[in-house]
């Protein structure tokens, strides 16, 4: 059945898949130097923001994504104090890792500051902690920021970035994950939004191989819904310097002062559990030390 021009679709020609929204109008439509910018107001998912054909979140069910780029990193590191955000412009990562009083310091690295700063418009609630003294903003490329990092500079790296193609490729690189490892403190953590485990699984493992060729010991595939994304079902992949990335702080994680929607101790658990076909590409979860 043909959609008509009420209806956004996002089409995934390698995967064969298509994903469609039903819009109500266009309320913003940019080319920054990056990328092609686009905001619509939907009619079941509130704002909806798309870059050069591609969804990156809607109102309604951006939760998921950031808070499982988040959380989970956070209570794996025993003492996360200084964070760093590449990518994340849209600042749902950011506000989820302000929600942790013992992080000192965030600073996010978004090549374009035109996400931000039309986030700030269109997205106003998960930009309503960008004002807090711990938030650091730099816009500029996030490989380059890493590359001039002194070492021992942040515990945990998130990567919260488009898909491998265009200014995000190389954020998916044994290179860059070298220099991630010198970046962080000798127990460090990077997570980095790896794709769908269903459409995507030859990115996972190229991941994995290059995160550990990098030098980390553990690397860890957490897996949940967003059904905006293709297939409906996405990943993060975490790697740790020395972390055993399934030993976590369940009593901290029982007792957090601030609210989630998705995230909790039985879906930390449920994140890391391998389904059969990823436990046959991965190898089995590492255990824990
Ligand atoms: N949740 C989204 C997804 O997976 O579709 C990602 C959202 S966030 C808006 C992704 C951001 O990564 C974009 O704003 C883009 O500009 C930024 N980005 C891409 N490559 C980058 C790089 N090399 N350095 C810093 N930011 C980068």
Not at 73 to 87: K, Q, Y
Request: hydrophobic share 40%; net charge negative; with cysteine.
């Amino acid at each position: 059945m043909a959609l008509d021009k009420n209806w956004f679709t996002e089409i995934n020609e390698k995967g064969g898949t298509a994903f469609s929204l039903k819009t109500t109008r266009v309320l913003h439509d940019e080319r920054s130097p990056f990328q092609h910018i686009t905001v619509y107001e939907t009619e079941q998912f509130g704002n909806l923001m798309v870059i050069d054909g591609f969804v990156m979140l809607s109102e309604r069910d951006n939760f998921f994504y950031h808070e499982m780029l988040s959380h989970p990193a956070l209570f794996t590191h025993h003492s996360p104090w200084r964070v760093l955000i590449i990518g994340g412009g849209d600042c749902g990562t950011l506000r989820e890792v302000l929600k942790h009083q013992e992080v000192a310091e965030v600073w996010q690295v978004e090549i374009d500051e035109r996400v931000t700063r039309i986030a700030e418009k269109f997205f106003p609630e998960l930009c309503d902690t960008n004002q807090d003294p711990r938030a650091h903003f730099h816009f500029g490329d996030g490989i380059r920021w890493v590359t001039e990092a002194l070492p021992d500079s942040y515990d945990v790296i998130i990567i919260d970035s488009t898909d491998p193609i265009g200014p995000a490729e190389g954020l998916f690189t044994e290179p860059f994950y070298r220099q991630c490892y010198r970046a962080l403190n000798h127990e460090g953590i990077i997570v980095q939004q790896s794709e769908s485990p269903l459409l995507h699984m030859d990115i996972i493992t190229a991941m994995h191989k290059a995160m550990k060729q990098a030098g980390f010991q553990t690397t860890l595939t957490l897996n949940f819904p967003q059904c905006v994304y293709p297939s409906g079902w996405w990943s993060a992949t975490m790697a740790g310097k020395s972390t055993a990335l399934m030993t976590i702080r369940e009593s901290d994680i029982s007792k957090r002062d601030f609210t989630t929607r998705y995230y909790n101790l039985a879906i930390h658990h449920a994140a890391m559990a391998y389904p059969a076909f990823l436990e046959a590409q991965l190898g089995d979860q590492p255990h824990h030390f």
